[in-house]
């Protein structure tokens, strides 16, 4: 039974993760000038950037709009480049529209869109290089976009994967993990309201083992909140106290 | 928590991938010893003992051991040595074994888990201090190598001020230089073991592996291809590549069958066998089609006592260089030659050591029990004691200038015909595992005393009110089955079929879990029986006992009086059990007219459903076939037969089977509907019509037509072929009809299309095994996913993944085919010693005619045997003449055809030690210059006690 | 490409300014804006590279593949130019949005490129009439703020810069020739790029010719040229583009400008190259 053992006997993972740990995370807010909010983040070798533009006028046919909010319109597009095998194309494939559907979902569930009758929200993410847990990074660099652009919102929307490896649960999956093991779970939860905006799951995984596996996503969700909004907090204070200090000068 | 990369480029038709992987350096791995004062955030206790003792000379300080990766895939049986401890396993070693040998691998994983052993995994990949990235222009192997120095270089720092001296063992001469440079403690393993005082361990050294060919040897063999030219030669199609399989008759032949095709080629000689032992992947050379041969049927043993003295100098002598081109051309097959090694699949072999004249010397020739494996030179001091032991040999290299393999001295087994010695030899021969279960597979074993939880009755129906029965042979111990049978008011029967829940004790992934799935299914030697699983549960928890309460997995029948199925229904429960029967006991119940207590009405009305639906289902074409199960009587206090005698059949046999066989097919329905992709199932294909040839020749001599057609059709053409004068023919036809079926698998539902799930003989669609858990690991599997269909567990991610199933079947398959031939030479090994002191006269019939030999079937022992006609020595083949077309031998006015009784006398050669043989003898009909006169018994009529010891399993299984 | 709305004084002040070699953002003619170029940043592929020109912001990955060679061309290696407008950049891109302008660029690259010197093709075939490596040389734009052409071969040169190309070792059997990929990181050859060709858009505003427009300057041109320009001058394609005419003297003016530029443009990205090269950092990318 050779191949690959994505848990060791000593509990460690194949890129030496124990179950619970996240890969490494960075991002950046606001990498574009034009639009009206951006993102980058990385995830491990998961790389994504996000572009806000709106709220804005209806684009194209008025009859999109909808009478009492906002209509957020999203696009999730893979560089070329950004997997293993080149893609031959960047999006129009069925996994991309499908990612656009969820994104759209999601987001939905956390703009606060009644505030913005008739006219339009654009998200769009391109990965630009994909190892694993694709939609979560795309989502939690959607949420920094959307925070540089200033979209009022309930909370993080945070998202993150999980699956379920010789009965331990492991938490934010990449590509080899997602390749080999069997199940893969993808939540997005508002991390301070605990409630779930979107969850997937493919192949088959016994209810019982579902619930181990969701504790140790939503724990990864806290844990990706944290890291998030601790750096988002500090680069806000840095700024107010800059701009204190230009009041002042 | 700091992060690297590491990159790995791979290609893939044309395209080039460059795979990327991150590797996150970690600070918090623990040294794992118990002397460590730097605090490494470790275990309470931890692996490697605090000061252990040095048995060295060469460093009287407490050390740990490192060794390198060659040293452990090399060495593993100096490891093993109890005397070897605190052992630091690093993970780039780890992970390099995994890749290149996995019983290696298993075998270090369970030294790691042993509490006695000490060893250690160091993450060393992981850690942040001992992790090294490749350097520009280094092999990926040098900087393995250097990765261990490093981790050694750490441990050493790291200890300094424990006390404890980290050593690190290699063979490799750079590597050791450079750690030397690097002021490491570094010694080669021979260095190192030879300093131990523990001598003995000398002998399980390995031999190294680049011993320069000194040309005072002359060279024997071709050298080998290299990897890169066998792999452009399979490309362009000169060479294949396959699994050689010598021949069992003769050691000199053998058959390479080709990979990914339908092939075998023949190879012939020693030089063209080329240092290619059994079960190697090898590559071969098409000969041109004026050196084909054929086997020669002849039977070429291996000649000892000529030249035990200078078999050191012995190249290959003309015996060996065959009889060539005298082969017929219609005889031809296509011959090759091997060229090149791509795996060797050496394993562990038993034997013996082959006496030597000259008691000094410490090279010594072993001869293996397997023929098809040559005699491998080894080194040993105490060939004395070893003289007349069955030992343990492996090899470790096969130079060209080395008439013989070269091996190693691995553990001694005990004195030669000892029955404990023999059973050992045939278990490891076999491949049977059979050590004891190991602590971490124990550990896993329900706590004693074992009650059963409100949360347990809460989860099951209750059966307990019912009156439920098991049917077994005597003394059968491990009862995975049992039944009952009710009225119910609408006039209709309620039937029951209670297997063991062993799925409930053992749970997915665990050690002990592994352990059963390893194993594969329980091994039943005649006087031992080598459990799958624990004995707590095979004879205790699980077995289904009478009068106590007991888990089962239940599959609950309603079926009118004409045995129609009304109603399935599969639920997970708690019996309590009436009484365990034996078939006997049982069958004495039904017949007894005065009886009418509920049990025995259980038995009457599943005694008559099972009829019924056997009648079904051998109208629908399954098969009823013959073969011949035997049973011994042993001696209590000597623990040797004294009689045999074949297995008697009753109707409760037939009862118990019929409900077995329901039982099974209704899960597989059942599974496969929940689990089209990922079901275990059994399959049993319809064999090609040629495998029918010799049984249709064999019956058309007494004038029989045999319809192979189809299953229906065989059935009843066998059923139509009885001779009155003859009762046995019938018997001798339905075996030779086994011998032409193919062999039941395991497989997994999504590998194939659903038109090959067939049971040929069973006829039907369908079938999995699902009755015997205890002592099938295969029923498991099927309880499980039984279990996740009707909701009663949980499935895991390993059950539902077809190629894991597919996996696992294949070993499944594997160990089967093993245990039953363990099972077979079990037998054979009880007839030899059952007529070790006898010389009989036994009834036979020839169930086979050949060219040089005649073989015969016994019915009264289930026995077969080979008359040689032309026997050793005597030349007397002159004196019979093979009729090829008539299948008959005629000598004089006697002609012998198939199924002509004959009167054999059957004793015992004994000259070999390793292969006794029984030897037969033609006693009838009286062919002067050849048939023996017949004796009187002369065995010693010991009183016939049946203590009935056998533990021979009953049924059996299709 | 991005509508910029600008207001006929604004034009008029725009024009007038650089009728004075005065930019609106005080370069001169022959200036480029401030740029940044980064390579090596996405780790799959076998070359990238990230350039930023004020704020037009281009990715290229190459990832390389092995392939029949052209008949028609039985000794050389390929290359392929695939360039996608994210909608990042705007929202016109959305969907097919960015397609038109896609495809200009990439044909402008491929007639760049197309010229036998631009890189050594001879170096990518390894068995003439047989195999020979394909270049996918995949550009990303994620921001458009003026002269994407430069920008675009900008990025693309020094990706091409950046590029490693796997060992191939090559073993003659009867069975024909089989090659094996290198499998050793370090294990790679690169790729000489001191003919490859950047682009250089020369402007006309009013009779003044710039370079490295601006958006707003985009606007306020009524045609320009772009050539593909080598280090030593040489010129390897020529397009004219946009709504107003040149007269022929105009236009062998604008070219000379555009060597000019081009020479000096070659060598800085050169040295900029080589001394990023010389850093032992990971890239820092977008987390600048």
Known sequence: MAGMELLSDQGFRTDGRKPNELRRIR??????????????????????????????????????????????????SMATFSTQDRKRRPRGDRKSQEMTMHLKQTFNAVVLTELFPKVQLDIYVEVLQSDGGNYCASVNAATLALIDAGIPMKDYVIACSGSFVKDTPIVDINHLEESTAGAEIIVAVLPRFDQIVFIEMNSRLHEDHLSRVMDQVMNGCKDIFNILNQQVKDELCKKAAIDKLVDAG | MLTNKIFIKKTRLGGVMKIVREHYLRDDISCGSMACVKNCQGLEREPLEESPDSDSSLLRKSHYIIPDTNVVLHQIDVLEDPSIKNVIILQT?????????APVYKRVTEMISSSQKHFYTYCNEFN???????????????????????????????????????LLLTNDVENLKYALSKNLNAYTIYDYVKSLSNKTIVDRLANPLNQSISDKNKVLFAEHLGMAEIQKGIRSGKYLQGTILISRENYLEANVSIRDKDQMVFVQGLQNLNRAVNDDVVVIEILPESEWSCPSSMVLAEDEGKDEEDEENRGLNDSEKLIQNKVPRELRQPTGRVVGIVKRNWRQYCGILQPSILKERTRHLFIPAEKRIPKIRIETRQSDALASKRIIVAIDSWPRNSRYPLGHFVRCLGGVGDKDTENEVLLLEHDVP?????????????????????????????LRHLDICSVDPPGCTDIDDALHCRSLSNGNFEVGVHI????????????????????????????KRIDMV???????????????????????????????????????????SKASLTYAEAQLKIDDPNASDNLTKSLRGLNHLAKILKKKRLDNGALSLASTEVRFFVDSETNDPIDVQTKELRETNSMVEEFMLLANIAVAEKILKEFPDNALLRRHPSPPVSNFDPLIKAAASKGFKIDVSSGKGLADSLDKAVVPENPYFNTMLRIMTTRCMMQAVYFCSGMLQPMDYLHYGLATPIYTHFTSPIRRYSDIIAHRLLAVSIGADASYPELLEKTKIQSLCNNLNYRHKMAQYAGRASVNLHTHLFFKTRVQDEQGHVLFVRKNALQILIPKYGLEGTVFLNDEGQKTSSLFVYDEEMNTQTAGNVTIHVFDPVIVQLSIDRSNVQHMKLSLKLVKPEIPGFSVPSVKDTSTLSTQEPVGKSAQKKRKMM | MADVDLSEPEKVYILHSVQENLREDGRGCEDFRHMEVETGLISNTNGSARVRLASTDVLVGIKVQLTPVDPKKPNVGRIEFFLDCSANATPAFEGRGGEGLASEITAMLTRSYSCFSAIDYTSLCLLPGQQCWLLYIDILLLECGGNLFDAVSIAVKAALFNLRIPNVTMTKDEGGIELDVSDDPFDFKRLDVSGAPVIVTVNKIGHQHVVDASEKEEACSLAKVMLGITEKGTVTAMKKEGSGSLDSESISEMIESAKNVGIELNKCLLNILKEEEAKIEEPVGFLR
């Open chain 2, 534 to 576: 624990p004995d707590l549960l095979s004879s205790n928890l699980c077995s289904l006992r009478s009068g106590v309460n007991r888990f089962a997995f239940s599959v609950l029948w309603e079926m009118t009086p004409q045995a129609d199925i009304i109603s399935t229904d599969f639920t997970k429960s708690i019996i309590d």
């Open chain 2, 500 to 527: 063991a829940d062993v799925s409930h004790f053992i749970r997915p992934g665990n050690a002990l879990d592994q352990e059963a799935a390893n194993r594969g299914t329980t091994v039943y030697l005649t006087d």
């Open chain 2, 128 to 166: 942040m201090n001992t992790y090294v990235e490749r350097k520009p222009g280094e092999s990926a192997n040098d900087r393995n190598d250097r990765a261990i120095r490093k981790a050694v270089g750490w441990y050493s720092s790291h200890l300094k001020d424990a006390g404890v001296l980290v």
């Open chain 2, 93 to 101: 070693v780890l992970d390099e074994i995994r890749h290149r040998s």
């Open chain 1, 27 to 76: 991002f950046k807010k606001g990498v574009f000038k034009q639009a009206d909010g951006s993102a980058y983040l990385e995830q491990g070798n998961t790389k994504v950037l996000a572009a806000v533009y709106g709220p804005h006028e209806i684009r194209g046919s008025k009859g999109k709009a909808l009478h009492d909010k906002l209509l957020i319109n999203c696009q999730y």
């Open chain 2, 434 to 462: 059979h050590s004891n279960f190991s602590e971490a597979v124990l550990s896993f074993l329900p706590k004693m005393p074992w009650t059963i939880t409100e949360e347990d009755l809460k989860r099951r129906r209750d």
